[in-house]
């Protein structure tokens, strides 16, 4: 959804949820917005340099740690 204002994310993240529902389908989402992740998936599996790093519901797995250091990066301590 990379590109798209808030308001178009939330009609997508709608319209997928209602195929999803009225067709009973599984979706793959490959996204980087977290708002949209957390929305849509009941599972999440994160990579780093094509490995995995984490997997689990999306609540949970993109607050692990690996997670936040490989995508946000480690926290700087003050000197």
């Known amino acids: 959804m990379a590109g798209m204002n808030q308001e178009e994310k939330e009609y997508m993240v709608r319209f997928i949820l209602d195929a999803q529902e009225a067709l009973g389908l599984t979706v793959l989402i490959i996204e980087h917005h977290m708002d949209v ?33 490989a995508y946000i990066g480690k926290p700087r301590h003050a000197a």
Do not use: K
């Open 37 to 69: 992740v957390t929305a849509l998936c009941d599972r999440v599996l994160v990579l780093n340099n094509g490995r995995e790093i984490a997997q689990g519901p999306a609540r949970e797995t993109i607050a692990d740690p690996q997670v936040v250091e």
